[in-house]
């Protein structure tokens, strides 16, 4: 069965600092991996997807997440946190089973200092 | 116009109560989803409609009662709610069942039984 582990619950960073959200999946097959973003009291929003093709996807908001096979990772990126990236991030795998589940990571919590 | 909306937002109600939530998509999609969404964050799929057919029901109560009226639509009944009942419950919907699929999720229905 497939399963996702984000390994670190709370991070926190400096506004204008670098950002990794780390993301590992376990699937017998290409995955189809996703990250959403979650602010307080809203629901989850797409950041950016990977389904095929070049391993480095941009998504919105500056964020980019890189696809690495070998290790089973799909790590969230930004350059330069503003204040208002504090929410919640959950990394998810698309199964491909009939019916399209979507397995969600628990989450990391995001918390930026000004 | 908002995509995936649900209704109410807040929901609070005594143990043995029956209520419901609503769920529209107006994406045009043929996929719904309910999700639960527990106190630590973490969020688990309850049920997964594809053009009105249920083709998901997870490990949940028979006391849950989805219901699809059409494919826009996405209705959730509970019966005689508890205490562990307690969470966010979170709409979604795709475009279809395959696994390149992006989900997008309504607002969340918070629901507090006392």
């Known amino acids: 069965a497939q399963s996702v582990t984000q390994p670190d619950i709370h991070i926190t960073v400096s506004e204008g600092a670098s950002l990794e959200l780390r993301c590992n999946y376990s699937?017998?097959?290409?995955?189809?991996l996703f990250w959403y973003v979650q602010s307080p009291g809203q629901g989850l929003q797409l950041l950016l997807k990977?389904?095929?093709?070049?391993?480095l996807v941009q998504g919105i908001k500056g964020f980019e997440a890189e696809f690495k096979r070998s290790q089973s990772s799909f790590n969230l990126r930004k350059p330069s946190v503003h204040w208002s990236d504090a929410a919640e991030y959950f990394c998810?795998?698309?199964?491909?089973?009939?019916?399209?589940?979507?397995?969600f990571g628990p989450g990391t919590r995001l918390s930026v200092l000004p | 116009d908002t995509a995936v909306s649900q209704t109410p937002k807040y929901l609070v109600t005594q143990m043995g109560n029956d209520k419901s939530i609503k769920c529209e998509q107006n994406?045009?999609?043929?996929?719904m989803y309910w999700y639960k969404q527990d106190s630590k964050k973490f969020l688990k799929i309850m049920f997964s409609?594809?053009?009105?057919?249920?083709?998901i029901n997870e490990t949940v109560p028979n006391r849950f009662s989805p219901k699809s009226p059409d494919k826009a639509h996405l209705n959730l009944h509970i019966n005689s709610l508890e205490l562990g009942d307690s969470a966010v419950y979170f709409c979604?919907?795709?475009?279809?069942?395959?696994?390149?699929?992006?989900?997008?999720f309504g607002q969340g229905t918070r629901l507090t039984v006392v």
């Open positions: 994406l045009g999609h043929d996929t």
């Open positions: 409609y594809n053009n009105k057919e249920l083709i």
């Open positions: 998810a795998v698309g199964a491909r089973n009939y019916g399209q589940n979507f397995v």
């Open positions: 979604a919907s795709s475009q279809n069942v395959g696994a390149n699929t992006e989900a997008f």
């Open positions: 699937y017998g097959a290409t995955p189809y």
């Open positions: 990977y389904f095929s093709g070049d391993t």
